[in-house]
């Protein structure tokens, strides 16, 4: 009996004991780790628009010697320009001009070769209808490209309520008569633009220059 009390001891020592191990096998969970956030991506940015480019072309010649009388090329410059510059205000069609004669047949091969290009051809004759001999009026044919079709055709005058021929001013070499030759078939180009313009429903109200 005297044995009892070291054993009850002993027995108390040993479940400490094994209490103290079976603690220190279990192993500490580590903390949970910081989820890193994510960069937020940067939005893509949009892409720019592209102004659509006008397929609509115009090609412009003269026939600068389908005349009884030779005139001057300075006359068939001014009407070529004037038409051309009246295309590029009145509508977004390119514009694209030459500055040798162009006859009738050329004109036709030029429009079947083309796939957007009209092919406008201008023409300065004597009115054989006027008074004198030095009224002018100015005709024009535009083919349709692939097939030279005339899509349009007729006659540039001084203006829109011109009803007649263009006068294309006195003979004397003055530079004011030039000046005022050139004004006038200037506009005559200007009024076959007009012309063309309405033909083929791209006209645009454009106030004429005084």
């Known amino acids: 009996m005297k044995y009892r009390p070291l ?24 903390a949970p780790t910081a989820e890193v956030p994510m960069p937020t991506p940067e939005p893509t940015p949009a892409p ?22 030779m ?32 006859s009738r047949g050329e004109a036709i091969k030029k429009a079947k070769s083309e796939t957007k290009s009209y092919v406008v051809l201008l023409n300065l004759k004597f ?9 002018l009026i100015l005709e024009y044919i535009v083919f349709a490209p692939g097939t030279a079709k005339i899509v349009t055709q007729g006659h540039g005058y001084l203006n829109a309520n011109r009803a007649g021929p263009i006068i294309a001013g006195p003979t004397s070499r ?12 200037r506009r005559a180009g200007e009024d076959a633009g007009n012309r063309i313009l ?9 106030p004429r220059q005084p």
């Open 48 to 69: 720019k628009k592209v102004e659509k480019q006008s397929e609509l072309l115009f090609y412009i010649g003269a026939d600068r010697h389908d005349s009884y009388v």
């Open 127 to 135: 009115d054989n209808m006027a008074r004198t001999d030095t009224e």
């Open 174 to 185: 003055a530079p004011q008569s030039e000046l005022y030759r050139e004004q006038l078939l």
């Open 7 to 30: 054993a009850t001891m002993l027995v108390i020592a040993l479940c400490v004991w094994s209490i103290q191990a079976q603690s220190g096998r279990r192993h500490t969970r580590p």
């Open 71 to 102: 005139l001057s090329y300075a006359y068939y410059d001014w009407v070529v320009r004037g038409c051309a510059d009246r295309l590029r205000a009145g509508s977004s069609a390119g514009v694209d001009i030459t500055d040798k004669s162009f």
């Open 198 to 206: 309405k033909a083929l429903h791209l006209d645009v109200d454009i």
